[in-house]
Each structure stands twice: as C-alpha cells, then as structure tokens.
C-alpha cells in the first residue's frame, strides 16, 4: 500500500471563492479508479510554508501509475494545478 | 484530531545497523500518553529528497503539546534526533 500526498500552497488569498474553488474541484481526483482514502487537510505546521495537502492511498504501484496516467489527473494537473499553485512538495510512503 | 508527521534523511548509511537501530528505538515515542497511530514510513517519492517517515497522531492541541514537552520526546530529540537525522521537514494536518 503507498500514501501519496502533496503539500501545497495556491496562488489564491486565503479564504477566497477561487481558494474554496479549487478545494472542492480536486475532488474530481475520488473518480479515478484505484484512488483510495483521499482526504484534503489544512497544513497547520508553522515550520514549513504549506498551507494545503492531499492525501491519498494506492493498493500497490500499478494503481499509482494508472492515476498518474488517467485523464482526469492529467488534465487537473495540465489546467488547474499548474495555474492555481504557487509550490509543492510531493510525499510517498510505503510501510517499513 | 491533528497528524503530525516527519519526513527525514539519517546520517547513517542505508541499511546500516544505525540505521536500523534508530528506527527501532524511536518506538520509546509510543510511550508517551496521547500518541495514536505512530507509524515509521519509507519515502519513496523521487521528487523530494527524504528517506523516512513518522506519523503519528493527537485528539488535540493539548495532546500534542505534551507530547512535545515529554521528557521521553525531549530526550530523544535530544540525544538521537539531532545527532542522527541530517535533514528533515515536520508537516502536521487538520481535516478540512
């Protein structure tokens, strides 16, 4: 099983309808075969500079790759992630 | 409920007996009363440069507070933490 998540920050201010926007389209992601447990969270660590994360789970490689492959990703990646966030840092964790 | 995680890089080499001790005594933090759910990950994301996680979880503000303050936390920041670990990011998540 592997947890993907991203921190984020948008470009939009903070409590803004194109903020809220954002937050609820992403949830186009849920539609995508082999997309388990997404959640979306508020990044509350002062010791970085993330305001937002997703998280999600995949049963196994395979289901990571046809998310990053499927056309719901690559096009909410191609017309809303790439416009709308300012910086990012992706995480991916497997059990030890 | 707050998720408080750690992404980290050990001084030791990979797959070292160091390494593999830290890992193993960083458990002492399950000791410590209000901690939920610790769990020790591998990072396998290639777009960041960090080998490990933790996460753990609070009920609450005031939960994670005294786990901050816990002598067993002190101490193993302390005495484990800053000598062993060569970067790190702390990340702590809020449900939307």
Redesign the interface.
Known sequence: M???SV?FTLKHPAGSSAEAKF?TDALVLTQIHGVQHF???????P??E?D??F?MQFADAAAYQRYDEHPIHVEFVRDRWVPEVAKF????????
Chains 1, 2 share one sequence.
């Open positions: 592997i947890v993907h921190i937050l959640e979306r969270l508020r990044q509350i660590s010791k970085n993330f937002f994360g998280s840092l992706e995480i991916d964790y497997e059990a030890l």
